[in-house]
């Protein structure tokens, strides 16, 4: 199925471009969320229309997330946890314990933005963990130190 992205899609193209996706991916996710729609004559030329506004509209967004970013770099955020004398925690630490540490630091993030490739962490230590804000479009990295409470 070919679509004309209306905004820029991680991993998958810039605003504007027309592109071949499997029929699944463009009616159960790009075209519900509105970021694309199909490529027939008539859509493309309303896009290309309305290409000016869209593009002021993607470079105010980027340039709030570049902000949002640069808050969050380098950012340290301690937890403290029940562990044993190994170092073991009793339980993990999940991106839910990191939102709500974050969330309390006055920084508004949600779990989907925090990326724990490793999974849950599960020993104490410092970690340097990827945030991927709006989906990846922005990536920024924290330090999480884990420690016994």
Avoid: C, W
Wanted: charged residues 30%.
């Amino acid at each position: 199925m070919r679509v004309i992205l209306l905004e820029r899609v991680a991993k998958l193209g810039k605003m504007g471009e027309v592109l071949k996706v499997k029929p699944g991916f463009a009616r159960n996710y790009l075209i519900p969320k509105g970021r694309a729609l199909l490529a027939s004559k008539d859509n493309i030329a309303l896009f290309e229309r309305e290409r000016g506004e869209r593009e002021k509209r993607a470079s105010l967004k980027e340039a709030a997330l570049g902000e949002r970013a640069q808050k969050l770099e380098g950012l340290k955020v301690s937890l403290g946890v029940q562990a044993t004398e190994e170092g073991k925690l009793f339980g993990s630490v999940s991106a839910i314990d990191i939102v709500r540490a974050l969330t309390e630091q006055g920084h508004a993030i949600k779990r989907s933005e925090v990326h724990l490739p490793m999974g849950p962490i599960r020993a104490i230590g410092t970690y340097e963990i990827e945030l991927h804000l709006e989906g990846g479009e922005v990536v920024t990295k924290i330090e999480v130190l884990v420690s016994a409470a």
